[in-house]
């Protein structure tokens, strides 16, 4: 179960992305990684996930930010391709 701080978190840092960040980032880094710093506003990208991650940390060390990989619904896919 996700705490109501993590899930404000999120809630902001999609926010952001959607309101803001979305059409410039998914026309210039598609499938690459934004983590959003929604205190600040502030994201930070990345080829990978842990890229983006550890550029948020290393600016904002105790705050939490939220990754979304650029133009897919989920930052990551899990699954089996049926033939």
Request: net charge neutral; no cysteine.
């Amino acid at each position: 179960m996700v705490s109501a701080e993590t899930r404000s978190v999120i809630d902001r840092a999609k926010q952001i992305y959607t309101n803001q960040l979305q059409s410039d980032l998914e026309s210039k880094y598609m499938d690459r990684f934004v983590a959003i710093e929604p205190e600040s506003g502030e994201y930070f990208l990345g080829d990978t996930f842990d890229e983006a991650v550890k550029s948020a940390r290393a600016k904002y060390p105790s705050r939490v930010s939220h990754t979304i990989r650029i133009g897919h619904r989920a930052a990551f896919h899990i699954g089996v391709l049926q033939l």
